[in-house]
């Protein structure tokens, strides 16, 4: 892997699929009494949050302690920043307190970037999601779902997803999951669909290696997973659809919809929903809907990120075996 984490785009096949074996093995290390690791004990982890979060947040942040790290969390609100404070100052601060990885989140597109290829940042960087432009470990961590569902968690190892049809609705034109999504995924071998109302894709999206559709209908019953965004009315400036009621009618997820897919399809969202408008809550409550199962994988995720950028660069198993009394990363210091 590469010393940062910017984009899914970055990431080879090869590289994907390590992320991904590795995070199945820090998932097991999840189902032990003690679920920490020593790895990288002594390395300080900063989560650098100038957008609100939840999930992703806690997400990192559980990551970093279940591997031993020191964790700071720094939030924009009631920091510095209020008073004004630039990107490259609060970088600088941070250099000069030893953060060994900064994890990111911000609302202008390219922040990541700029903060690792600034030499303001001796250490990694991850994009936990910039602006309308990325966010590569809501990708790996659909992607580690979709695998683990579909193939199965020990079958899956060493494998990808060539063949997989996974669908995304919504507010592609918004969405930094969807862009991450449609690297990865389509780097993995999945086969992407986009279905989405015209005024909610972005423009250039016939470049994008994906297939475009309007009619949701038509796509689900040949769908392995379907992917609901949320419709980010933050963002919005302007009407990009008649009424909530006519998008629902034409893009939400309903029972009598969920049940055109296949009978083995999932239906995954990032979260937060909008029940009653992208997804209903009989399909968000449905055990076919993985929400709640990508939030738990974000964590084994994100773990794998961390270790394999500041704990070594080979997984976090022994060749022989893969049972979770063989998980010692502590050999990689």
């Not at 953060?99 to 250490?123: E, N, Q, Y």
């Not at 049940?259 to 449905?286: K, Q, Y």
């Amino acid at each position: 892997m590469k010393r940062h984490l910017i984009s899914a785009a970055d990431l080879t096949r090869d590289d994907a699929v390590l992320i991904l074996d590795t995070a199945e093995e820090m998932a097991r290390v999840a189902d032990r009494p003690i679920k920490k690791l020593p790895t990288l004990r002594g390395r300080t982890v900063v989560n650098l949050f100038f957008e609100d979060s939840t999930r992703t947040r806690i997400s990192f942040e559980a990551a970093a302690k279940r591997l031993s790290a020191d964790v700071i969390n720094f939030s924009a609100k009631g920091s510095s920043v209020s008073k004004g404070e630039s990107l490259k100052d609060t970088a600088l601060t941070l250099e000069a307190m030893g953060a060994d990885a900064v994890v990111i989140r911000h609302h202008d597109s390219g922040a990541p970037h700029r903060l690792a290829t600034s030499g303001w940042i001796g250490g990694s960087v991850v994009n936990a999601g910039d602006g309308t432009h990325e966010h590569p470990t809501q990708a790996l961590l659909d992607a580690f779902t979709v695998r683990r569902r579909l193939i199965g968690p020990d079958a899956g190892l060493g494998k990808d997803l060539a063949g997989r049809r996974i669908t995304v609705v919504g507010d592609v034109l918004h969405s930094r999951v969807a862009r991450s999504n449609v690297h990865l995924l389509t780097t993995l071998g999945a086969e992407v669909t986009l279905v989405a109302p015209p005024t909610l894709l972005p423009i250039g999206v016939e470049t994008w290696p994906c297939e475009v559709s309007y009619d949701l209908d038509a796509v689900l019953p040949k769908s392995d997973a379907v992917m609901m965004l949320r419709v980010q009315r933050e963002r919005m400036n302007a009407a990009f659809f008649p009424t909530e009621r006519e998008y629902a009618r034409r893009y939400g997820l309903d029972g009598d919809r969920m049940a055109r897919m296949p009978e083995d399809a999932i239906v995954m969202h990032p979260g937060p929903m909008n029940r009653g408008m992208e997804i209903t809550a009989e399909v968000a409550d449905s055990p076919r809907c993985t929400a709640v199962e990508q939030v738990a994988n974000g964590v084994s995720i994100r773990m794998a990120v961390l270790y394999l950028l500041l704990g070594g660069s080979e997984p976090a198993t022994t060749p022989h075996a893969v049972t979770p009394n063989t998980v010692r990363p502590e050999e990689a210091q």
